[in-house]
């Protein structure tokens, strides 16, 4: 919208940018709060390319070798970056499965490029957006009425590397059998496009977006907790702040949480969509996570690992189906220092863990954090064969309550709607307010669904629909 010519100002709850992909720093140690995978990076260059601009201008990428590793229960498995050996790794999984792979990923290449290039970029006002040639030509081709599970089910059989191919999935909210297959272009992005790191961390894609606006002339106001946005005759006109500061508007575009949003910050008879409605979305996951610093390294462990090691299918089922605080969860472990010696003190590691669990749970106390913490932490150290339990120098954990306080998550969601078949494109809460003409709607909530890759494509889809209902101004005209 700077670019465009408009003077744009944003309005920042948290004292820094970056809202769920903030960065703690403390005891010497520096973790991402949020996100701290880098899939899709040719999404990251098309954001800064229409400014002109390279992600190298801003910061460096590594790409991950390992990708990543799977603890199984009868061992570990590494995930090749070199595609010729993931295909021999296959093989010698399931006989036949590598000339498999080829053509499963052939399909989900197809997919990529119609779905990441053409499809997410639309504003799903309506479905007529999607009846162009090329999209209605390759309608089949797209998978969108079969499940992603029956369709990996077609190429492989194994267990492990059904897994594997559902894992990417977990990103998008929602079991496999609920997950229109169109998502395996996610395996095109995991094994063709791969895992990177940005260098300092992925806080270093927000400071790089951060210099960008700041070049654009953007006004940030940090710390600033809105509590309305005040309407007449149908217009937005003012958005008003906790410590008094009241901010006059032309055009609204609300980045946090849609549910907040329309709840506590409008006007009831403005809203659009009722509590009945909100209730009935199926949420991705929450997490449970925890930011841990050790006094020493840990050795043998990548950047990266997923702990496998428990049941797939129920852990799955107390997230989507029962809702409940997971009896033997399945579990994400990042460790940055492996990469990146600038993120803990020489010697030292930093690790989070990261339990994905149902939305809208109640009751996670520290108590209950504790004994799942110990818990997987037995796990870890059962798996890798190293005890790390007395060389924890620094500790916090973070979960429901907390991105609720945060961040005003609706249910203490982590990751936002889960991308289901009836929750996509025109399915999901529309990014223009059909009741407050000037109000727009961004993020994980709306089009075109969760993960960092497509709230940066939100960010561009708001923006052409602002444009196009409002064009460049003549004068300045202010966005907040």
């Given amino acids: 919208m700077a670019k465009a010519g408009w003077k744009v100002t944003v309005l920042e709850k948290q004292p820094t940018p970056g809202g769920r992909a903030r960065q703690l720093k403390a005891e010497g140690f520096t973790f991402d709060m949020g996100p701290s995978w880098y899939w899709m990076p040719d999404v990251f260059e098309r954001y800064f390319g229409c400014f002109g601009k390279r992600v190298s201008d801003y910061y460096e990428l590594e790409r991950l070798a390992p990708s990543y590793r799977i603890y199984w229960n009868d061992g570990p498995m590494d995930i090749p970056a070199d595609y010729q050996e993931l295909k021999n790794l296959f093989e010698s999984i399931e006989p036949g499965s590598g000339e498999k792979l080829d053509r499963f990923l052939a399909e989900a290449a197809y997919k990529y490029e119609v779905g990441i290039n053409k499809l997410v970029y639309k504003p799903g006002q309506s479905l007529t957006e999607f009846l162009d040639w090329d999209t209605i030509k390759g309608a089949f081709r797209l998978d969108v009425l079969t499940s992603i599970d029956k369709h990996i089910n077609k190429f492989f059989k194994h267990p492990k590397l059904r897994q594997l191919m559902e894992f990417p999935v977990l990103f998008l909210g929602a079991l496999p059998k609920d997950t229109p297959a169109l998502y395996s272009l996610m395996n095109y992005a995991d094994i063709k496009l791969g895992t990177w790191y940005p260098k300092k961390g992925m806080y270093s894609v927000v400071e790089g977006m951060y210099q960008l606006a700041l070049e654009l002339g953007v006004e940030f106001r940090f710390n600033c907790n809105v509590t309305s946005i005040e309407v007449e005759n149908g217009r937005a006109t003012e958005v008003v702040a906790e410590d008094g500061g009241r901010y006059t508007a032309d055009v609204v575009i ?92 020489a010697g030292c590691d930093n690790m989070v863990f990261l339990i994905p669990i149902a939305a809208g749970l109640a009751g996670d106390a520290e108590t209950l954090r504790e004994e799942y913490f110990q818990r997987i932490l037995s796990r870890f150290e059962a798996k890798t064969g190293q005890s790390i339990r007395d060389h924890i120098v620094y500790k916090k954990s973070y979960s429901l309550s907390n991105f609720i306080d945060d961040y005003n998550s609706f249910k203490g969601n982590a990751y936002g709607l889960a991308n289901t078949l009836m929750q996509t494109a025109v399915f999901r809460p529309s990014c223009r307010s059909i009741k407050i003409k000037n109000l727009f709607y961004t993020g994980q909530l709306t089009v075109p669904g969760p993960g960092v890759p497509p709230s940066l494509i939100s960010g561009e889809v708001v923006a052409n629909e602002v444009l196009k209902h409002f064009g460049k101004p003549v004068v300045d005209k202010v966005m907040v």
Avoid at 303 to 311: G, P, Q, V
Wanted: charged fraction near 25%.
């Fill in 254 to 345: 609300g980045g946090a949480d849609y549910h907040f949003i329309e709840t506590k910050l409008l006007p009831g008879n403005y809203r659009r969509y009722s509590d009945q409605y909100w209730d009935k979305r199926l949420m991705a996951p929450s997490c449970l996570l925890y930011y841990v610093g050790l006094n020493r390294k840990i050795e043998g462990v990548p950047h990266h690992s997923l702990f496998f090691d428990a049941d797939f299918d129920v852990h799955g089922k107390e997230i989507y189906s029962s809702k409940q605080w997971p009896s033997d969860p399945l579990f994400y472990l990042s460790v940055s220092s492996v990469t990146d010696e600038t993120v803990a003190p």
